[in-house]
Nanobody, 124 residues
Framework: QVQLVESGGGLVQAGGSLGLSCAAS????????MGWFRQAPGKEREFVAA????????YYGDSVKGRFTISRDNAKNTVYLQMNSLKPEDTAVYYC?????????????????WGQGTQVTVSS
């Protein structure tokens, strides 16, 4: 069983930055891939970023490439999402997710544990 708790959401102006954290319970964190997804009102959940167990490989959705950075600290059982140059269209609930797989990380169906989500609102 893995429990994930996101933090760091909030309100920020366009062009600003925000950092999200996701703390994971359990001893398997360092062997699992981690991902961030987001969901805006009336829209489907969208892939944002993912990172493999070692942190060596990272993946990003096209809409956030060059602006967002995913990282992890296996000693702290935590994955991070640094968001820069934020836009109003980045407004959504952001979810952290955990996967036992090392490929197909853009697909939410490959994740078996999810956090409760944290709201990010970007004002124009």
């Amino acid at each position: 069983q893995v429990q994930l708790v996101e933090s760091g959401g909030g309100l920020v102006q366009a062009g600003g930055s925000l950092g999200l954290s996701c703390a994971a319970s359990g001893r398997t964190f360092s062997s699992r891939s981690m991902g961030w997804f987001r969901q805006a009102p009336g829209k489907e959940r969208e892939f944002v970023a993912a990172i493999n167990w070692s942190g060596f490989s990272t993946y990003y959705g096209d809409s956030v490439k060059g602006r967002f950075t995913i990282s992890r600290d296996n000693a702290k059982n935590t994955v991070y999402l640094q968001m820069n140059s934020l836009k109003p269209e980045d407004t959504a609930v952001y979810y952290c997710a955990s996967s036992s797989k090392w490929r197909g990380l853009v697909d939410l169906k490959n994740y078996d544990y999810w956090g409760q989500g944290t709201q990010v609102t970007v004002s124009s």
